[in-house]
């Protein structure tokens, strides 16, 4: 053990450094004296140590981070010969279908000796892609004083996006996004995107409770607007609710009950309703959409008027052959008189089928659908169909009959479905199968009529 009068030698001899081994063997004193403090001390140590050694690191890191960034920045960073891009304002617009768009670009030099002069004179090649990522169009536009303009219209909703595929400068040399020289590429191509939008109609409620009156409550907004809304580069915003714009539902003016929701009562006397919304706001194009469902109330008035319809033209058309065959000079054999018969009475139905369809395209211009043709090819097969039962009852002229016949059948078929496709209404398949298998029919007893004259 070393004696308490050599500790002032041994402590000297730590402070200058100058004999390790006392150190060791001071400490191990120490802890023989007092083991608890000498624990403490030598775990205070140890955390100083371990938090120098943080410092060091958290500093060295401190220090290198931004010389890595940098050194990625510069691998990443890559150079173009030439860059075209949409002036600020032109780079996202909206506007109705129909509408002109204006799309400009700036071509510049963007590397080398011309850096940041505008590139005159030469033609880009630009790529029209709609939302489908189809290409639709290719546009070879000459780049002027190279600020260059062009128009674009289309009449159906679309979102396009206006890309440079390639630029042939002045000197015939064609830049493109591949490497032109070293690792500096040829062509940076920032592209337009311009939004040809329109109004989107949905059906919220309906009511046809009461007799000859339909409520329609709808739902008007943007079609190709996000929920979000769109944000313009001038700053403004487009939402997707259609708030504040001019909806007429059958040409009745609709007010608006809550934001993009509109409602309004309008009359009808058919067993279906057919509804059209029209839709306008300012320089917008105006949209109709249409819409047709039962009109319950309607259609037991017109089940019982329709029976009692077909009855009193039963015995009309029984009174009159009853008629025709007195006045006749020489009776005719009975097979003959139920062919003319059963002809007439067939053709009659389709013709009458053919005046529905008529006073359906009448109700309906007048509630603003593009129906007039519906209306006057309705009523003119009517009229034909009559006049070729009569001539059918009478026996004469075989051959208008069967053209008489054939009137009403395309009225009942190409007609009422040209009329209904042009707003994409379901069409009434039961109906005008039922209309054409009774013209078919039609034609089969009149052609066996004229076997019998």
């Not at 050599?6 to 402070?15: A, D, E, T, V």
């Not at 509408?99 to 071509?107: C, G, V």
Request: glycine share 6%; hydrophobic share 45%; with cysteine.
């Amino acid at each position: 053990m070393i004696s308490k009068q050599k500790m002032p030698n041994i402590l000297y001899l730590k402070r200058y450094g100058r004999l390790q081994n006392s150190i060791i063997t001071l400490n191990c004193v120490n802890l023989i004296k007092n083991p608890k403090a000498n624990e403490r001390s030598c775990s205070v140590r140890e955390m100083d140590l371990n938090s120098k050694t943080a410092a060091i690191v958290f500093l060295g890191i401190l220090f290198l981070l931004p010389l890595l960034i940098n050194s990625v920045s510069a691998q990443d960073q890559t150079d173009y010969y030439i860059t075209v891009e949409p002036s600020a304002l032109n780079a996202l617009q909206y506007l109705s279908i129909g509408r002109n768009a204006t799309i400009t670009f700036e071509a510049k030099w963007t590397y080398g000796p011309n850096q940041g002069a505008f590139i005159q004179n030469a033609s880009a090649a630009i790529d029209v892609i709609n939302q489908k990522n189809q290409t639709i169009d290719s546009l070879n536009i000459n780049t002027a004083n190279g600020i260059f303009s062009f128009n674009y219209v289309i009449n159906n909703p679309d979102i396009l996006t206006f890309n440079t595929m390639k630029l042939v400068s002045e000197d015939g040399v064609e830049w493109n996004s591949g490497i032109h020289d070293s690792n500096v590429l040829g062509l940076n191509s920032n592209i337009a995107q311009v939004y040809w939008d329109t109004f989107h109609v949905s059906m919220l409620h309906y009511d046809t409770n009461d007799l000859s009156e339909v409520t329609a409550t709808v739902n008007v907004t943007y079609l190709l607007l996000p929920e979000s809304g769109l944000k313009l580069e001038s700053g403004n915003e487009r939402n997707k609710i259609a708030h504040d714009v001019k909806v007429t539902i059958n040409g009745v003016e609709a007010q608006e009950i809550k934001p993009g929701v509109y409602t309004a009562n309008s009359s009808t006397f058919l067993p279906t309703a057919y509804v059209n919304v029209m839709v306008s706001d300012g320089n917008w194009t105006t949209t109709s959409t249409g819409f047709s469902f039962s009109h319950n109330t309607n259609q037991i008035y017109w089940i019982i008027v329709g029976a009692v319809s077909a009855a009193f033209v039963f015995f009309a058309v029984l009174a009159l052959v009853f008629f025709i065959s007195k006045r006749a000079n020489k009776p005719k054999p009975s097979k003959h008189r139920n062919a003319a018969f059963v002809s007439a009475v067939v053709l009659g139905i389709t013709s009458i089928i053919s005046l529905y369809w008529g006073i359906v395209g009448l109700e309906g211009t007048f509630h603003t659908f593009n129906w007039i043709g519906l209306t006057f090819f309705g009523v003119f097969a009517f009229t034909i169909g009559i006049w070729g039962s009569i001539l059918v009852l009478r026996r004469k002229s075989v051959t208008s009959s069967i053209t008489a016949a054939m009137i009403p059948m395309l009225a009942n078929t190409l007609a009422v479905k040209a009329a209904l496709d042009m707003y994409q209404l379901p069409n009434p398949w039961f109906i005008m199968f039922a209309s054409l298998f009774i013209s078919i029919a039609c034609g089969f007893f009149i052609c066996k009529l004229e076997e019998t004259l």
